[in-house]
C-alpha cells in the first residue's frame, strides 16, 4: 500500500455548500477515511474519521460545539484530534488522540492536506473562480467514477478525445482537437496546454461574431488533477495575424471551466466541476444551457473511462501502445512518480501506471 499515494498535495474533499454547519460529513482521499465538520466560527475541521478506541467512524459521532464526540462508547475529541474526554476515567492518555488534517477553503472547494502537517503550505493551493463571487456566473456538479484517478487525469490532458468521445457533444464539427497537437509546458507540480483552434463553427450566441471563431484554449493541469481551462474566443483570423501566439487582447467572450479529481480509493474517483463565465458576459440561462453540454459530455467520459479501467483489469500488465497524443499523459505521469519517490515511500507499488 505504502508508496501508491502521493500524501504531501492538497485534495479537494467536496463544495464549500456541502458542509453545513452542524453537520459532520464522511469522505475518503487515498484510501484515508475523514470526518469533516466547521466549527462554530465556520473554519473547517477534519479529523481521521476512526475514533482511537475500538475504530467506529466518528462521522457517525455529534458535534458538541467544536468538539466531536464519538458515539459509541462517548469519548470526546476537541478540533485538534485531542480526546479531552473518556467516559469513566478520570486519566486520559498522550495517545488519545486521532489524526487532524489541515484544511482550508479556496475557489468554491474545501481543500484537505493528506500529508505532513509542517509542510502544509496555504499558499500553493490552485485559485479557482469562487463560486459565490458575484462578478462570475457558474453551475457546479460532481460525479462519482468506477476507475483510477489517472485515467481521469489522462482524458483531461488529452483533449484530442473531444472529436471523438464527444463528437456529438464538445466536440461536435471539431475534428481540430484531434489533428492539432497543443504547446505543453511545465509547471511546478503540473502542465500548462495552449493551442489555438482556428475557424471553429460558433455557437447559439456567439453567432453574433460570425459563422466561425478562432479559439484560444489554455490550461494548468495541477496534481492530483485540477484542470483550470479559459477559452478565450476571438474572431476569425485573430490566430494568424498573432502567428498562433498567445494572444494579449481581450477576447469577444472568455469561458470558465474549474475541475478537480480527487483519488479516494483505488477504483474510486470524485469529479467535480463547475463552468461559466463573467456575469457581465452571460446571462444564467445561457450558462445552464451550456453547462447542459458540459454533463452530457461527462457523461460520456465517464461511460468510456469506467469501460477502459474494466478492459485494464482484465489483463493488467499488458503495455499500452503510446501515440503522440499521449504528450500531456505522459509528462504528468512522469511528474506523479517524481512526487511519489519525493514522499519517501517509493515501496514495490510505487508506479504512477494503473494496474
Ligand atoms: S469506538 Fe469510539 S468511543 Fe468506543
Ligand atoms: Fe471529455
Redesign the pocket.
Known sequence: MDGKWVRNAWYVAGWSHDLVAGRIEARVIIDQPLALYRKQDGQVVALEDRCCHRFAPLSMGRLEQDDLRCMYHGLKFASDGRCIEIPGQKLIPQSACVRRYPAAERGGWIWIWMGEESAADLRSIPDPVRLDDPAYCMRSGQMDYAAHYLLIDD??LD?S??SY??EKT?GLDMPQWADERPRISALERGLRVQRWLCDQPSRGFMKRWGETLDLWNSYDFLFPGIFLLRTAFYPVGTARRLDRGEPQEPPLFLRYDDQAVTPMTDRTTRYFYAAGARSADIDPERVGRLFGIVEA??A??KAIIEAQQKVIDREPGRRMLPTSLDAGPTQFRKLVQALLEQDGRPGPAATAQVG
Open positions: 482524458n483531461l483533449l478525445h473531444l468521445a464527444h464538445l459530455a461527462f460520456e467520459d
